[in-house]
């Protein structure tokens, strides 16, 4: 059993930087994928960048250049770095990770980024 606690959501003016993390509690076993996802009001949950255990990583076209995945593995932590922010950018914030030992993804409870314009 995995348990997400994310942290680093808030409020930013649009062109501002963010920062979000999250770190992973876990008994035995060990995280493979780790990524964030996002969930704008009215729409369907998306995958913002995902980072390999061996570190290959992947964007969604709308944050590439902007946004920084990695993680540590000896935290296990995911963060997730946001620059040139856009009022586009609104949503709940959401820490993803696949653990090998339960052969199962895990959700974190989601943090809210809000960009004002």
């Known amino acids: 059993q995995i348990q997400l606690l994310e942290s680093g959501g808030g409020l930013v003016e649009a062109g501002g930087s963010l920062g979000l993390s999250c770190s992973a509690s876990?008994?035995?076993?060990?995280?493979?994928?780790m990524g964030w996802y996002r969930q704008a009001p009215g729409k369907q949950r998306e995958m913002v960048a995902t980072?390999?255990?061996?570190?290959?990583?992947n964007y969604a076209d709308s944050v590439k250049g902007r946004s920084t995945i990695s993680r540590d593995d000896a935290k296990r932590t995911v963060y997730l770095q946001m620059k040139s922010l856009k009022p586009e950018d609104t949503a709940v914030y959401y820490c993803?990770?696949?653990?090998?030992?339960?052969?199962?993804?895990?959700w974190g409870q989601g943090t809210q980024v809000t960009v004002s314009s």
């Open positions: 993803n990770v696949w653990d090998y030992g339960t052969g199962r993804y895990y």
């Open positions: 876990i008994r035995g076993g060990s995280i493979g994928l």
């Open positions: 980072i390999t255990s061996s570190g290959d990583i």
